[in-house]
């Protein structure tokens, strides 16, 4: 049985709205560095999100690094652990990193994450397809990031910051 989703348009929100479950956001973005999302959240919500870009393909490198989603639209210093399986070309490798933000994709990424937000456990685990980095074109990566603070309680789902001038849609479903 397919569900469907109420869509909401955030993209010119200026403030946070309380998707109800079953309600989906849309997000979209032009030539930027930062999303902010304007989702708020609270203890036990849990949701799906999807990053599609349309950053035009390439090899030149110019899209080579991270980018974040940062809660309630900061970042938090080594507060979030990072754990990835990912295989280019020409190696199977993982990655484990201590950061100050949720690690939600590297270059360019198409990605599909589901998002868990409770006081004890904050997680962001799914999976990116990166383009447009140089001799790793594809590169499949599953990961999941954990913000390990266990008091400070998550607000806003944040914002989305890329490394360079990003554009494209996010969407976010609210599933429970």
């Not at 939600?104 to 999976?127: D, E, P």
Request: net charge neutral; proline share 4%.
């Amino acid at each position: 049985m397919m569900r469907k989703f109420k869509r909401i348009d955030l993209t010119n929100a200026t403030e946070d709205y309380f998707l109800k479950v079953g309600e989906e956001a849309y997000i979209s973005f032009s030539n930027v560095t930062q999303v902010p999302l304007h989702i708020a959240t609270q203890d036990g919500t849990y949701y799906e999100l999807h990053l599609i870009p349309s950053v035009t393909g390439g090899t030149s490198g110019a899209y080579n690094g991270r980018f974040w989603l940062y809660p309630n639209n900061t970042t938090y210093s080594n507060a979030f652990y990072y754990a990835e399986l990912f295989r280019v070309s020409t190696v199977f490798n993982s990655n484990y990193e201590l950061r100050s933000a949720f690690r939600i994709g590297w270059g360019a990424s198409s990605i599909t994450a589901w998002i868990t937000n409770r006081t004890q456990y904050k997680n962001i685990r799914g999976v990116s397809d990166v383009y447009a980095t140089p001799n790793c074109w594809p590169d499949l990566g599953v990961f999941s990031c954990d913000w390990i603070d266990t008091t400070t309680p998550w607000t806003s789902l944040g914002t989305v910051v890329f490394q360079g001038p990003s554009s494209g849609e996010i969407l976010v479903r609210r599933l429970k």
